[in-house]
C-alpha cells in the first residue's frame, strides 16, 4: 500500500470487486489503492502487522460484502448478527434503523435517529485543521480519527483483515454507547465514496 494512501477520504480496497465507475465504492482486496484525493498522511505498516486488541476492547467485525462494505454483516467476536449494512440504512439485530446516509447528490448527508440530526456527511466527520484527523461530534463532544499505520484509531482501531473490516472498540466508546457511531464510521471511511 502507498505511504501516501489516505483512508479517510478514498477507502481501503477490500476484496475482487472493482470500483463502480461513478468514483463508487470499493470491495476488499489486495489490489493497488486508488489515487490519494486528500491531504491525511497514511501509514507505512502492511496488513496482518496489527497488534492484539487492548484489554477490554469490544471487536466487532463487518463482513458478507455483498459485493462490499456497503451492503454487508457486522458481527460481534462471537460471530452473532448484531447489525446490517443495506447501502444507506443501518439495522440493528432487531431490524432498528440506527443510521442513514444519503450518497446522492454533490453532499452526502448522514442522520442517526435519536442522536445525530440529519446534516452534511462532510460536517460530520469534518477534517481537523492539520488535516491529519477527522473529528466526530456525538452529543456536543467531539471524538478524532487519526490514522496509525494501516488502522485509523482513537475510540477504537479499524482495520482491514484478509476478509472483513475489523473494529476494535475502547472500554470507553462502549461505556459511552458509541459502537453504532464507530462502526457506521468505519463503513463510511471505507467506503470508497469522497467525503469532502
Not at 492484539?52 to 459485493?67: E, L, M
Amino acid at each position: 500500500m502507498s505511504a501516501n494512501f489516505n483512508p479517510y477520504v478514498q477507502g481501503w480496497r477490500v476484496g475482487n470487486a472493482p470500483s463502480s465507475g461513478n468514483g463508487g465504492i470499493w470491495g476488499i482486496s489486495s489490489g493497488e489503492p486508488p489515487s490519494v484525493f486528500g491531504a491525511l498522511p497514511g501509514g507505512q505498516a502492511g496488513r496482518g502487522t496489527r497488534g492484539p486488541p487492548a484489554p477490554g476492547a469490544t471487536i466487532f467485525y463487518i463482513t458478507d460484502f455483498r459485493p462490499n462494505v456497503l451492503n454487508a454483516s457486522v458481527l460481534d467476536a462471537r460471530g452473532r448478527q448484531c447489525y446490517k449494512i443495506h447501502r444507506t440504512v443501518y439495522y440493528d439485530a432487531d431490524g432498528r434503523t440506527v443510521a442513514l446516509v444519503d450518497w446522492a447528490g454533490a453532499s452526502p448527508s448522514v442522520e442517526m435517529p435519536g442522536l445525530l440530526p440529519r446534516q452534511a456527511l462532510r460536517s460530520w466527520l469534518h477534517t481537523a485543521p492539520d488535516r491529519a484527523s477527522r473529528v466526530t461530534d456525538i452529543r456536543g463532544i467531539p471524538h478524532v480519527w487519526v490514522p496509525d499505520g494501516e488502522d485509523i484509531c482513537r475510540l477504537g482501531r479499524i482495520g482491514v483483515t484478509h476478509d472483513a473490516v475489523q473494529i476494535e472498540l475502547s472500554e470507553h466508546a462502549m461505556e459511552s454507547h458509541l459502537a453504532e457511531v464507530c462502526i457506521l464510521s468505519a463503513s463510511i471511511f471505507l467506503s470508497g465514496f469522497r467525503i469532502d
